[in-house]
């Protein structure tokens, strides 16, 4: 592989900055361009076991899992996902710790050469840098979260040992088809011929297992294959021939993140031959794994949580957890969401949990206005007060907060990450501004 004498940038904001110009569309699906990049930079088989996580909602969950508990097991761990929160490096770890700047700008000059003329996307370009790292590395497994599709998705270009599901629901519709069956069918892209498919979602569309019998995967359903229930002394997870008992729950807040969790243990089981896994690892990142940005508790005399919730699946898991989770006073919530997204679906999940709303306007050119949020609030009768940003929403819903009650900021990523920058919960006031990301 030939490799560029200079560098074309030495900083990662550079790097970055130019990637998002570089293709002439955002989001242009298909594989084409990242296999032939990824021949050209290493045309031997990899030699990690991979497992591919898709679906909906819960990738990050299930990615999270298998990351602790691989890791607990002893075994070098790659794991990629999408989007971050406060740092790109964030997006790809080595053995639970993020990458650092030098060594992804090195990735990004060697995927630069390797391209020539080939233009790539943004997302492209960090799918080939994790795998090329994670190469680099010889790592024992790669765990990788696929991004918005599935069949057509950049991490897709690599053949998976085992793939994993967690859901399926509507999102990403304009890319992916108008129903779940549509949706079904290409998020079941990612499973590979005769080859263990993990499918957690309780009712599987239609679309997903005509995907299956076209792929000649080796499907398991949860409640037909594998099995899980909540005990008295934690859960229990079992399947024809293994049974798991007594298993901590996870730290992971609320219960579909037993469903999360039981796929991954259907998935590890699946690699035994090749990747065996011990009882206490599987206990140790149960109580080990974490995600930021999902239902993150930080308590005091007013509790915040955060959650990155931003599609109605997403917010009725939200408004489970919150009901679990009952308050003395008032929840008050902060959200902000992007056009594409079913605002009104994502606020009739949590309508019932919810005393106040706070909206924050998102910029860019999928952002959606404060004032077009507290409309659809306003017009069905429904307090909401429109701020012009994350951290005057904050400012906001500060004010308005007392002991007892609970603010909840949830919707877009680009809602969430400057509010976690913000740290608003802290005993410092005024509200300190963001850390550099």
Not at 255 to 273: E, F, I, R, Y
Not at 337 to 343: E, G, I, R, S, T
Request: charge should be negative; proline fraction near 6%.
């Amino acid at each position: 592989m030939a490799a560029l004498s200079t560098p074309r940038f030495t900083r990662l904001d550079d790097w970055l900055t130019w990637q998002e110009t570089l293709h002439p569309r955002a989001i242009d699906l298909g594989l084409e361009r990242v296999r032939e990049v990824w021949r050209r930079l290493h045309p031997e088989a990899l030699p990690s076991v991979v497992i591919t996580v898709g679906g909906t909602n819960g990738k990050g969950s299930c990615v999270a899992f298998l990351e602790a508990i691989l890791c607990a097991a002893g075994y070098t761990v790659g794991a990629y996902t999408s989007p971050h929160l406060l740092r790109y490096n964030e997006r790809i770890r080595l053995n639970g710790q993020a990458i650092d700047d030098d060594a992804l700008c090195q990735a990004f000059a060697r995927i630069d050469a390797a391209r020539a003329d080939l233009s790539l996307t943004y997302f492209e370009f960090g799918a080939l840098a994790a795998l090329d790292l994670f190469r680099q590395a010889e790592l024992a497994v790669m765990v990788l979260e696929v991004g918005l599709g599935g069949r057509l998705d950049a991490v897709n270009a690599v053949d998976a040992d085992a793939a994993l599901i967690a859901s399926i629901d509507l999102d990403h519709m304009e890319w992916l088809g108008p129903d779940r069956d549509a949706i079904g069918y290409e998020k079941a892209g990612i499973y590979r011929p005769d080859r263990p498919a993990i499918c957690a979602d309780p009712h599987p569309p239609a679309g997903l297992i005509d995907q299956v019998q076209t792929v000649g995967a080796r499907l398991q359903l949860v409640g037909r294959d594998y099995h899980f229930m909540r005990t008295d002394l934690g859960w229990r997870w079992w399947n024809s021939t293994l049974q798991f008992d007594a298993l901590p729950l996870p730290v992971l807040a609320g219960d579909h993140q037993l469903g999360n969790a039981a796929a991954v243990l259907a998935t590890l089981v699946s690699l035994a031959d090749c990747l065996p896994v011990s009882i206490d690892a599987i206990r140790a990142g149960l109580t080990k794994a974490r995600i930021a940005g999902r239902f993150e508790v930080f308590p005091g005399t007013v509790e915040w949580i955060m959650d990155v919730a931003h599609n109605p699946h997403a917010a009725r898991a939200l408004a489970a957890n919150l009901k679990d989770r009952p308050c003395a006073g008032q929840t008050l919530a902060v959200v902000g969401l992007l056009a594409d997204k079913d605002a009104a679906g994502v606020i009739a999940a949590l309508t019932e949990v919810v005393d106040h709303w706070y909206t924050v306007t998102l910029d860019g050119p999928r952002g959606r206005t404060a004032t077009d949020l507290a409309r659809m609030l306003q017009a069905t009768g429904i307090r909401a007060t429109p701020c012009a940003d994350p951290l005057a929403a904050c400012q906001s819903v500060k004010a308005a907060a007392k002991s007892g009650d609970r603010i909840v900021a949830f919707g877009s990523f680009h809602l969430v990450a400057p509010v976690l920058a913000a740290q608003p919960w802290s005993s410092h006031d005024p509200l300190s501004p963001p850390r550099e990301v």
